[in-house]
């Protein structure tokens, strides 16, 4: 996600910014916080953008309003990288070949990945052949790789994925073909665990997740890449995406099913307290005016759950 960064998400001097952290750029007082949390996202990874083939440090940081302590649960989760980076610009690389042979020598460099610790390197992609290229890149590294499509890649283009991979997709919106939104479903066939992202757009990210059910996604595949997965993948899992015994209280309170267009989030709490939230959404004003707890209704008809935003423009 590129949530409350107002644009500041490439530092366009130098190809490769590994150590360019966009968290310096981050705004807790952004009004979209509130609207996010209000959609049932607790947790985002705030990344760099596309431009350069390196583009820096991923932070993973709760969506806390500004005037709450600055919540940052890893300042160094992950890097992003692009192999569709701004070929415009006056300086290297000027080509999708040389994107990818500088994506390669950085990978292989001097400075050897695996001593970089265990975060995960995010890669966008634009087609099939340039995920192979950037697996192969990392896979001597044994570090994590996620591979990023915004929505350029079919359903078709997936098959046959290694296995142990992650692919994180979106953000979709209403009018995107059904050859992209069943990416997710396909992936899921292939074994590979998928995330969701927001980027600098307004679609909604549960929008996204609701798309690719529509389209051939298992229910409960959509939740895990809305909490488990993403959590997973930035070294959180058992702290993050989880209602369970030892996890950080960060909680949803629907008044029905998350997956449903028609559902309302009534209450959200991170680290075990109730944030101040705007239900009607990203993009739209308007404040919480969710019921009293003390409406009718049982509790078995509230479902729970804590969102996390994987990282994409």
Request: charged share 25%.
């Amino acid at each position: 996600s590129h949530a409350g960064l107002g644009g500041e998400t490439d530092d366009t001097a130098l190809a490769i910014s590994e150590d360019l952290r966009v968290l310096d750029a981050f705004d807790p007082w952004d009004p979209e916080i509130p609207r996010l949390l209000g959609r049932g996202i607790t947790t985002c990874a705030l990344s760099p953008g596309a431009i350069n083939v390196v583009g820096g440090k991923i932070s993973l940081v709760k969506l806390v309003p500004g005037k709450a302590r600055l919540r940052v649960v890893d300042p160094a989760a992950g890097v992003k990288a692009s192999l569709t980076p701004a070929l415009s610009l006056p300086r290297y690389p000027t080509s999708l070949s040389g994107a990818i042979r500088a994506f390669e020598g950085w990978a292989r460099g001097e400075r050897p990945l695996s001593s970089r610790g265990k975060a995960p390197v995010l890669v966008e992609v634009p087609s099939r052949a340039a995920a192979e290229r950037a697996l192969a890149a990392l896979g001597d590294a044994g570090l994590p790789v996620a591979l990023v499509d915004p929505g350029r890649l079919t359903a078709a283009a997936w098959e046959h994925l290694r296995p142990g991979c992650t692919v994180i997709l979106g953000p979709y919106g209403l009018g995107d073909p059904s050859s992209k939104l069943r990416a997710a479903a396909a992936l899921r066939k292939e074994g590979a665990h998928i995330a969701f992202a927001m980027g600098a757009t307004r679609r909604d990210l549960l929008t996204t997740a609701i798309l690719a059910v529509e389209e051939g996604l298992e229910r409960d595949d959509a939740l895990l890449a809305r909490t488990a997965w993403p959590a997973a993948l930035y070294g959180a899992e058992g702290r993050l995406g989880a209602v369970a015994p030892g996890a950080e209280a960060d909680l949803v309170v629907w008044d029905g099913d998350p997956f449903s267009l028609a559902a309302r989030v009534e209450m959200v709490f991170v680290d075990g307290k109730r944030m101040e939230i705007d239900v009607r959404g990203p993009g739209v004003s308007g404040k919480n005016d969710a019921r009293p707890e003390g409406r009718a209704g049982s509790p078995a008809d509230r479902a729970f759950s804590g969102g996390v935003d994987a990282a994409t423009p």
